[in-house]
């Protein structure tokens, strides 16, 4: 959406579109019917506590970790997008374009999931994305051709939404019902985290090699599902 209204009008237009579409997502937000809590006030686990929760729990703990790796390791995407069009042969707006093809794989694979849900367990469909994310993230790295590129993101977008869906289910399933908000918060608390950070590292890295941030977002990533398929073994 982004891309498609900075090219019809400007950044600003788009930047007030975004601003415009939180507001409407938070009246909608208010029509959804009331859902009384999972327990009372004080069976709510403080922050430490959901903490110590989550590391001691195999599920969650592998929910947490995984999470973060991912969401650090596809928040370099936009940043290689601009670095590498030259590369590509193209000019740096269409960094816009390669942005857009991983923001419709998102949107595809969302719209599947709702019409056909994830089954099967929650646990081992998170390590099986993820190493199908760092598979697509080495695909980008690879890739010299734009047309692939463009295949290569919207796939990337895909999967990665396969994955989130995985991990909502995972902290749906394993966290006590009690706990089940704290570990909403948290997990989504450091997936926001994990992925500034990553835009924030790549962004210092790129100067030595363009393929250097994909690169070790790609390693991160897998050895992130090798330790999880390890740990659950």
């Known amino acids: 959406m982004v891309a498609a209204v900075v090219a019809w009008a400007n950044a600003t237009v788009a930047g007030l579109v975004l601003a415009g579409a939180v507001v409407v997502a938070a009246g909608l937000m208010r029509l959804l019917p009331y859902a009384p809590p999972a327990g009372a006030a004080s069976e709510v686990p403080r922050p430490v506590r ?31 997008a601009v670095a590498s069009a030259g590369a590509l042969g193209v000019g740096h707006a269409a960094a816009g374009v390669l942005t857009a093809a991983y923001g419709i794989g998102g ?44 295949l290569a993101y919207a796939m ?12 909502l289910a995972a902290r749906s399933e394993y966290a006590p019902p009690a706990a089940r908000g704290q570990v909403f918060v ?27 941030p994909l690169a070790a977002a790609t390693v991160l990533t897998l050895a992130a599902a090798a330790i999880a398929l390890a740990e659950k073994r």
């Open 50 to 80: 959901t903490l110590g929760l989550m590391i001691s729990n195999g599920p969650l703990r592998r929910t947490l970790y995984l999470t973060t790796a991912v969401a650090s390791s596809v928040a370099v995407l936009p940043v290689i």
């Open 107 to 150: 949107l595809i694979a969302s719209a599947g999931l709702m019409v056909r849900p994830l089954t099967g367990e929650a646990d081992r469909s998170m390590m099986l994305f993820a190493g199908a994310v760092a598979a697509a993230l080495a695909l980008v790295a690879v890739t010299t051709v734009f047309w692939a590129a463009v």
């Open 156 to 167: 990337a977008g895909l999967l990665n939404s396969g994955f989130f869906a995985a991990t």
């Open 186 to 212: 948290w997990i989504g608390a450091l997936k926001i985290t994990a992925g500034s950070a990553g835009t924030a590292l790549a962004g210092s890295v790129i100067t030595t090699g363009i393929h250097l």
